[in-house]
């Protein structure tokens, strides 16, 4: 009987080798055999879907038979390499990402034209290194040009804003830190080369988060930073420099709070506030002057988990912010499970996780709404940490319930993705995603029309 097989299997790679101009499945490595790993290998993919049509049998039972009949030199049988097939994205860092620097942990990034050339380059926000400008060539190409253009200075970066403080037309940064609470503000000279002027931002504290708006509609960009306690908002002077209006404009919190987003929650008009807490999260309304009031029980089931981002976005399409919250379980305290909350409209939420959110205790540390199908609907990007599955792709049917897809997504990768920044950056009409590693390198991916 097994020589009956493997005469069998024989037939079937001969057959094959005629059909696919002599590329074979299963090769007996021979020692002294010239041929590559990847000539044994070089499969087109077109050519066996003709195969399976004209002779009828399954890929899968091609692939059975053909390794039993190479089974009596199975210690040098080299085995077909994984093949990441028609995948809309495709991993091109070794390429395209230019750094020496990116291997560190980039904790968030910003995507902003720095030099103003008509391009996209990124801001990484890096812990306790030295923080990072990559520079985009036009092609997408991503090339570190972070010593000639920023001061040399380390401090434990968190997060980043970007906008024109100062009001010269160009782009200033503000980082804010956790550890060493050191917050950072860059002036832009024009050219995209930064000096630092921290002396601009009159308060310091175990920051984690920092988001910009114009808060009380005088037409300068604004900074709301989360921190291990009380948080901040400071106003714009209109030069650039900051005025702590804290404790006229925001309630006060005992809480750490992790992540901040900004958004019209009850369509009033003006911009309110979700905190992302350790404990307890909160809503707090805008009066419509910059001045805000926590209404966090009337607005918000009590969910007391162990958040680290939060996210708004509408995800059923019915003109209204819907709410998703990234949860850990980080020394024993919180269920790591996402939450879904969804909006009636008027600000007030209901959780929706078990029926619309696959159940997961991946301990997510970077969440994002993002239409990554184009079909007009908010998917779901997740970015998870030492418990698992490293990133999730959760496509929206339409109605806002979530499926996990990555394996239709994404290539293998291997990493911790603490940020995610979606954009064109080649310039082909596709999006482009750029994921921070957290102990490890950074990844970029292009989209493909594939």
């Known amino acids: 009987m097994p020589a009956l097989i493997r005469g069998v299997s024989y037939v079937l790679v001969i057959i094959l080798k005629v059909e696919i101009s002599q590329n074979i499945f299963c090769y007996p490595h021979q020692k002294g055999n010239s041929m590559s790993k990847n000539a044994l290998f070089d499969i087109e993919l077109s050519k066996i879907k003709m195969i399976k049509q004209k002779i009828m049998l399954g890929s899968a039972f091609v692939f059975i038979i053909s390794t039993i009949g190479c089974a009596k030199d199975s210690e040098n049988v080299m085995q077909p390499p994984d093949m990441e097939i028609d995948k ?19 904790m968030d990034a910003a995507v902003v034209d720095i030099d103003a050339d008509g391009d996209l380059d990124i801001i990484l926000a890096i812990e306790f290194g030295k923080n990072v400008i990559l520079i985009n060539d036009g092609t997408g190409r991503l090339v570190d040009e972070s010593d000639t253009r920023f001061p040399n200075a380390n401090h434990d970066s968190e997060d980043i804003a970007v906008a024109d403080f100062d009001g010269d037309n160009d782009i200033d940064i503000v980082f804010v830190s956790e550890d060493d609470q050191t917050n950072e503000f860059y002036v832009n000279n024009g050219s995209g080369q930064f000096t630092s ?6 308060v310091s504290g175990t920051s984690n988060a920092v988001e910009t708006a ?33 404790s006229t404009r925001l309630p006060s919190n005992v809480y750490t709070t992790q992540d901040i987003d900004l958004g019209d929650i009850d369509n009033d008009g003006d911009l309110d506030i979700i905190e992302g807490n350790e404990m307890f999260n909160r809503i707090l309304v805008n009066n419509g002057s910059g001045i805000f009031t926590d209404e966090t029980l ?9 958040t680290r981002e939060v996210d708004l976005g509408d995800i059923d399409n019915d003109g209204d912010l819907d709410i998703i919250f990234a949860n850990v ?20 939420f209901t959780e929706i996780t078990t029926s ?20 007009g609907f908010l998917d779901i990007l997740s970015g998870n940490r030492w418990n698992g599955t490293s990133h999730l792709v959760l496509i929206n049917d339409g109605t806002g319930s979530f499926s996990d897809q990555t394996n239709d997504f ?14 064109d950056f080649n310039k082909d009409g596709l999006n482009d995603i750029y994921m921070c590693g957290f102990q490890g390198a950074d990844l970029l991916l292009f989209g493909s029309s594939q």
Do not use: C, W
Not at 197 to 202: A, E, K, L, Q, V
């Open 356 to 375: 619309n959110l696959p159940e997961s205790s991946f301990r997510t540390v970077d969440i994002d709404f993002t239409d990554i199908n184009g079909d």
């Open 197 to 202: 002027d921290g002396s601009r931002i009159p």
């Open 214 to 246: 114009d808060l009380n509609d005088d037409g300068f960009n604004d900074l709301i930073i989360g921190n291990g306690g009380q948080n901040y908002i400071l106003i714009n002077d209109g030069t650039g420099s900051f005025i702590n209006e804290t």
């Open 329 to 348: 379980d980080f020394g024993g305290f919180g269920d790591p499970q996402n939450r879904l909350l969804e909006n009636d409209g008027t600000g007030i």
């Open 298 to 306: 009337s607005r918000l089931p009590n969910v007391n988990d162990q």
């Open 88 to 106: 809309p994205f495709l991993d091109v860092t070794d390429t395209h990402l230019i750094s020496n620097t990116t291997g560190q942990n980039s």
């Open 410 to 423: 994404f290539p293998k990768m291997n990493i911790y993705t603490f940020d995610y920044q979606v954009a």
